[in-house]
């Protein structure tokens, strides 16, 4: 069960951290990532980390507002978001995988989703 945190309503330049965490059967993720899907839009990509290395990988127009981390052993997952914009409102969702990860950005590449967490960013 992947189950995120952390979501609420704030205003334009705040700061906000999402959390998420696998838990359950032993699950041992190989990588994580982040999505988003605002009212009306297709869910986007926003962030990526690979458990054994920490290599992460952001979404071009979200990189130095955006920071996700891993918490190794406990299988948690975070996104720091700073400088939050209206157009940052969205569903976030957590994703794990167990396999290798080819294309970061695609949500096939991962089995195991969170329900989501809303994010508001309004003044």
């Known amino acids: 069960q992947i189950v995120e945190s952390g979501g609420g309503l704030v205003q334009p330049g705040d700061s906000l951290r999402l959390s998420c965490v696998a838990s359950g059967r032993t699950f041992s993720p190989t990588a994580m990532a982040w999505f988003r899907q605002a009212p009306g839009k297709e869910r986007e990509f926003v962030a990526y980390?690979?458990?054994?290395?920490?290599?992460?990988n952001y979404a071009d127009s979200l990189k130095g507002r955006f920071t996700i981390a891993t918490d190794n052993a406990k299988n948690w997952v975070y996104l720091q978001m700073s400088n939050l914009k209206p157009e940052d409102t969205a569903i976030y969702y957590c994703a794990m995988t167990e396999h290798p990860v080819f294309q970061v950005c695609d949500g096939h590449s991962y089995e195991y989703w969170g329900q989501g967490t809303q994010v508001t960013v309004s003044s």
């Open positions: 980390i690979k458990r054994s290395t920490r290599t992460t």
